[in-house]
């Protein structure tokens, strides 16, 4: 969809998640000015920019862990901003998931009791719930660390560790804030190729933040936010 | 990066002919830039003449593709040469981006507008690399990784040299004011 001014907006019908005309402001700090931006179910969405340009802050929006100043998130029809605290934390238990750059698993967990918690959290029985957990395990080639703790694996063990329980779930849409941010190059690429891949496989969408290039290369397409605002698709000559 | 040099490099395993040769150098090195089958001839003619390459035997039938080459003691010793010496840094500062910008800011154009099309353009390889590289050989995914390295590089002085834009259009707004 094109604007007056022939700039993309990003927002249409038919999309996932919408974020229309979101503003926020950390004191006199302007993260979102007035940013929209449509994500459609099943895309790998790549949210660059510098850091402070406010990219964190728009995928804590959209995942509805902080609200706006003003403007709206919509999710499958429904704005985030009239759902209750106890809806808004079963939608986010259920339907979303969760990568940090530095894994944040629980230390004092082992790697099968951190990725089966979500699962233990949303009712699932002990017995099932370690189930799936070890099938993701070993799907993203991490069973061999099962009973280990977050502090006794490498970094990117554990960042797969926390990719296995951001999808154990199987959610609608998985929130990655600088997934690779903290390996190396090498591992970096094992964990997002394992992300997007089994995230297409599922038909999960991704929004993913980052700063760097060559994670957003995994992504269909990507968006650019310069302070606090979305930078004009460029129209082809 | 030097032809001839990759030829000896693939002649140093075994005596090949030119086709072979053209066919490795793609596959091996040509990526993005394969070699043209005159390029090859040219190279091995030049070589040849610099007893940096010999041919071994040449078939019945006649035509370029007919002789059989093989690397030659001093070829080898090029080599060596070669793999030791490193190579200079590449003169970045003459890259039409580069060019673009600077007139951009010179003559009052949009210079945002000018790095937002490039990073699309870049962001498009890279997703083609990445896409290719999932299902590569070694070579080729090592090849894609150093072109996808020095994408980035340019995407990084993009996000910088419209940082600093934003800087000197700011500080220019502020004198006129």
Known sequence: MRGADGIGTNVGEGALLSAIDLRKRFGASVALDGLSVEVRGGEVVAVLGPSGSGKSTLLLCLAGIIPPDAGEVVYRGRTLGGLSDAVLTRLRRDEFGFVFQFGQLVPELTAIDNVSLPLRLAGVRRRDADSRAQAWLERLDVADVADKRAGEMSGGQAQRIAVARALVTGPRVVFADEPTGSLDSLNGEIVMELLVSTARDHGTTVVLITHEARVAAYADREIVIRDGKLAPVPVPV | ?177
């Open chain 2, 1 to 177: 990066m030097s032809i001839g040099h990759a030829l000896l490099g693939l002649l140093e395993e075994q005596p090949r002919h030119g086709y072979e040769l053209k066919r490795l150098y793609d596959e091996r090195f040509g990526i993005s830039h394969p070699v043209k089958f005159g390029q090859v001839y040219a190279t091995l003619g030049r070589l040849h003449r610099d007893e940096m390459v010999d041919i071994a035997a040449v078939e019945a039938g006649g035509g370029p593709d007919r002789k059989l080459y093989l690397v030659t003691p001093t070829g080898v010793a090029g080599l060596e040469r070669w793999f030791l010496e490193p190579d200079p840094p590449m003169p970045y500062g003459r890259s039409a981006l580069f060019t673009k910008v600077i007139l951009a800011l010179m003559s009052g154009r949009p210079a945002h507008e000018i790095l937002d099309r490039q990073r699309a353009l870049h962001l498009r390889r890279m997703r083609e690399l990445t896409e290719r590289k999932r299902t590569a050989e070694l070579g080729v995914a090592l090849a894609c990784d150093l072109e996808l390295f020095h994408l980035e590089a340019d995407l990084r002085w993009i996000e910088l040299a419209g940082k600093r834009v934003e800087r000197l259009r700011a500080a220019l707004s502020k004198r006129e004011g």
